[in-house]
């Protein structure tokens, strides 16, 4: 479930596997109906199974597809009656019939499922895009850091949620490394994450020192979410999405944590707005930087925003900053028992950070059944110089 590669368009899931192997099951069936029937002799009749033979098939098929499966299902339905004695009865234009509006509507309900399918691999295609334009892939290697990350969404039929995480290099041997979580779902909440990333991009380009970046997120995040909730209705008739219903109000925020690495690599400088804390693997210790002093979360200014504590740690040659949102410490299993990070890491001190996240998502998607109550994001950062 980490971040997928491009791809070149969509894929329709119907068309994956092999049409011809799939058409022959239907096919199979129906001559074993019929084998079956003739070898039972016309005191057990079974031909009456064939009509439930293309309606199972718009399931799985096309719609041309069904189409063969209900034209062969007529002439089965006439062996199997003939064997029977019954091609003669009263009966049997009626079933020959009922046959025929059965396959006619097998026919439109795989064009349905068909159309269906297409529009949610479309989805998928446009969410996949999305989320590589909003999360733009971070670099192997900036400057003496080495980084990797990943991001895995709660809903299965998503690519993209609200998490979020970014890195800018600030010149000189300087980077500053970024990841937060939004409050909320759905596209509301990706929309402000494309705010807040905006932002945090703007202020590395315009030189914002870290004591003075948590007040500049925080304004220009509010600003754009009084901007988009001040944002005219759409003309009747249009197809254009309104604006979230909240996005006008400040009940939309961010946790999010900043850290910032100076030029020798040697200390770090971290801003947390109410986001949880990022984790040190030092040698053989695994320590929770915990902020000094709490911090609104941005978006939240508006409550009285001061100037940010920074909290100052120092970094050796092969240490690993890990940086997640709270997807993964809130992930429960069958149990109801949060995953146990901290526990975890003191098994992979000695992995480099791409490693480290494969380790860590394997065992927390093993923890958790595969089943993500939250988005997950996750940083992983080391001193390689």
């Given amino acids: 479930m980490a971040r997928s590669g491009t791809t070149d368009g969509p894929r329709v899931p119907g068309l994956v596997r092999s049409p011809a192997a799939r058409l022959a099951a239907p096919l199979l069936l129906l001559v074993l109906l019929v084998v079956i029937d003739e070898a039972a002799g016309p005191q057990i009749r079974i031909g009456g199974l064939m009509i439930a033979v293309p309606a199972l098939s718009a399931v799985f098929l096309s719609p041309l597809a069904v189409v063969v499966v209900a034209l062969v299902t007529l002439p089965c339905l006439v062996i199997a009656a003939d064997s029977n004695h019954q091609l003669d009865t009263v009966n049997f234009p009626v079933t020959l019939s009922t046959t025929v509006l059965i396959g006619i509507a097998s026919v439109l309900a795989a064009r349905v499922r068909a159309r269906r399918e297409r529009e949610l691999a479309q989805a998928r295609w446009v969410a996949g895009v999305a989320q590589r334009t909003l999360l733009r892939p971070l670099p192997q290697r900036l400057g003496r850091f080495a980084i990797a990350s990943t991001y895995m969404a709660a809903d299965r039929e998503a690519a993209i949620g609200g998490d979020l995480y970014a890195t800018a290099d600030l010149g000189g041997g300087r980077i500053r490394v970024l990841v937060g979580d939004v409050q909320g779902k759905g596209m509301a909440a990706v929309e402000v994450a494309s705010m807040l990333l905006g932002a945090f991009r703007r202020a590395a380009r315009h030189h914002v020192p870290l004591p003075a970046l948590p007040r500049y997120l925080d304004l220009n995040l509010r600003e ?62 695994v320590t929770v930087l915990d902020a000094g002093q709490p911090a609104l979360p941005l978006g939240l200014g508006d409550l009285g925003f001061d100037e940010e504590q920074i909290d100052r740690h120092e970094l050796a040659v092969g240490d690993v900053l890990l940086l997640y949102t709270d997807g993964v410490i809130e992930a429960r299993d069958d149990d109801g028992t949060f995953y146990p990070l901290t526990e975890r890491l003191a098994g992979w001190l000695r992995l480099p950070p791409g490693e480290l996240i494969e380790a860590l998502t394997a065992d927390l998607l093993h923890h958790a059944g595969r089943r993500l109550g939250d988005d997950v994001a996750i940083v992983a950062v080391q001193r390689v110089s």
């Fill in 224 to 285: 754009d979410l009084t901007d988009l909730g001040s944002a005219p209705p759409p003309p009747p008739g249009s197809t254009a999405p309104a604006a979230p219903a909240s996005a006008g109000s400040l009940e939309r925020f961010v946790t999010a944590v900043v850290v910032e690495a100076a030029a020798g690599g040697d200390t770090l400088d971290i801003v947390n707005c109410g986001h949880p804390p990022p984790i040190l693997l030092h040698r053989d210790q």
